[in-house]
């Protein structure tokens, strides 16, 4: 198994997506390249304990992107 | 469905664009490449709840970009 | 023995990793690739003294990564 | 359309060209490259609220670029 | 030589390895790749006059290293 | 026009260039290659309003480029 | 003349490297590659006005250098 099979597996499911800079993302995972860029639906955006919804489909930048847990 | 296809779905769309450092842009998708490089026209620029609209086409480096959303 | 051969030799056992901005992972190395992209299971996210479990797989980018220690 | 064919509509014409590190240029767009390094005349450069001429064509390293816009 | 070459002549040998943010390890160098990427055996972590023996086999990346000396 | 061309042009004559970090040359360019690596002589390197003079032929890393100006 | 070919008359003289995050080294170049990692032999490391000599030969990752001088 390489790492993006793992990411496979979380497809269409809801996950936790830490950013640089204190910025997180929860939200629906439906797409991943190979660059760890992300599609989120349903995501809501944490900072500082900030909570702000993003409605459509969220694009996030593989190279912000620390760590992705379910 | 790769992640810039979700982008083409922005295309033409008002999008919010935030990048690294504190600053954002609001504007109409009018352009992308895979390095996720942006054309905005009819954008505002936002720092620190500062707004300033940029006329014209605004292209904004991918490098700089943590996220995209509607 | 190259770099990636010794990580090899951690497949499936707990290893410590530690990230740029004073975050680190303990956790099962399930998988990894040459970007040293590394999915974790059982994984304990440790910052600053507080420890947060993580359920499931844990996909770690590469290049936040400073090194890997078991 | 691609974010260089954009570009290349501002040839020719002023730029405010914004930089990392809170430093940016304006100048008349005489050239430039798929890695977005720029060259300039007639440039100004603004650093906290200073205004510097440069006189001659300023090449603008592509990576110090956050955004372009007329 | 090349760089790498000199780096051939410490295989095996104890080194110090200086990485940014101001962490070092000191270890025996039992591997190395191109990118920088090192395994160290017998390590030492030093951050802040703090000492960690790391046991085993620690991978360090090569893209948060500074330099290497024996 | 490329921006590489008009580098061309500079070649053995007086240039300021604006590294990050608040550090930049005067010099004379003698020379130059894709990654804006260059090659300065005479030059003076500026930091802070200290002024040193760095004898023979000073090689600047590309990557720490922001700009080269007459 | 490109700027590696100026390395190359360095090759085996004693230069000054200076390194991001404030530090530095004199030593003599014992060889370079086209990525600017150096091998020093005789090298002095300063930093804060703190000067360690660093037997043998000391490896600099290219990436770290801002610029080499004689």
Redesign the interface.
Known sequence: ???????Q??LHKRV?VE???G?S?RGTL????QH????LSG?E?VMKDQVTP?????????????????
Do not use: W
């Not at 198994?1 to 990411?7: G, Q, V």
């Not at 439906?30 to 390249?33: G, R, Y």
């Not at 993003?54 to 379910?70: E, H, N, Q």
């Open positions: 198994m390489k790492p993006l099979d793992a990411l597996q979380s936790l950013l640089k800079g910025r993302f439906d797409a991943f390249d760890l860029n992300l599609v995501a955006e993003r409605s459509g489909l969220t694009l996030v930048r593989g190279d912000s992107i620390i760590y992705i847990s379910p």
